[in-house]
Antibody, heavy 122, light 109 residues
Framework: QVQLVESGGGLVKPGGSLRLSCAAS????????MGWIRQAPGTGLEWVSY???????FHADSVKGRFTISRDNAKNSLYLVMNSLRAEDTAVYYC????????????????WGQGTMVTVSS | QSVLTQPPSASGAPGQRVTISCSGG????????VFWYQHLPGTAPKLLIY???QRPSGVPDRFSASKSGTSASLAISGLRSEDEAVYYC???????????FGGGTKLTV
């Protein structure tokens, strides 16, 4: 079935780095724009990054210069490299698929992973 | 602080109708599609409405949405206990080249 499975979360010290992965299955990964969205404890959803089919990247101002989204269509995988982590980056990170195959809806994510927890603490 | 403004809470009795508002600006809602998500604790968010007023297959027609100018709203009729969730609006912002989420509205039935 169509699914996304995140991995790579964990506990990291402030200033540290982490790489999140998202394995896609059940659909043609290379046909879809993909994104990362996070939810910090007790707060709402916050968009983090978007990547187009061709690899053009968009990042939220709060992570620009520190986080980088990427994809490997041959491996059906999405990644988020997070550097210079801060306490405020502590959150559940979701990868998600933009529903508009071959294009982008720029906000409509129809398939979500279960989320992976990232905790930034000394 | 979210750029898209939603009321923090809403409530209604079973069977009633409730609306949730989402207010933005000229570079986000004013120019782009609005999306609505339903988020239950411990689960992944669910796409409820796309492109302002369209329902994905499987979403009951009790859920409807509209957009006017720089504001949007989600309406839920025939409230059920399983509708208790947090609802988020979202829209792309051309000025920031980024996706904005509202702060979320916790619905109590």
């Amino acid at each position: 079935q169509v699914q996304l499975v995140e991995s790579g979360g964990g506990l990291v010290k402030p200033g540290g780095s982490l790489r999140l992965s998202c394995a896609a299955s059940g659909f043609t990964f290379g046909d879809y724009y993909m994104g990362w969205i996070r939810q910090a404890p007790g707060t709402g959803l916050e968009w983090v990054s978007y990547i187009t089919i061709s690899g053009t990247k968009f990042h939220a101002d709060s992570v620009k210069g520190r986080f980088t989204i990427s994809r490997d269509n041959a491996k059906n995988s999405l990644y988020l490299v997070m550097n210079s982590l801060r306490a405020e980056d502590t959150a559940v990170y979701y990868c998600a698929r933009d529903f508009a195959a071959g294009a982008a809806s720029w906000g409509g994510f129809d398939i979500w992973g279960q989320g992976t927890m990232v905790t930034v603490s000394s | 602080q979210s750029v898209l403004t939603q009321p923090p809470s809403a409530s209604g009795a079973p069977g009633q109708r409730v609306t949730i508002s989402c207010s933005g600006g000229s570079s986000d809602i004013g120019k782009n599609y609005v999306f609505w998500y339903q988020h239950l604790p411990g689960t992944a968010p669910k796409l409820l409405i796309y492109r302002n007023d369209q329902r994905p297959s499987g979403v009951p027609d009790r859920f409807s949405a509209s957009k006017s100018g720089t504001s949007a709203s989600l309406a839920i009729s025939g409230l059920r206990s399983e509708d208790e969730a947090v609802y988020y609006c979202a829209a792309w912002d051309d000025r920031r080249s980024g996706l904005l989420f509202g702060g979320g509205t916790k619905l109590t039935v």
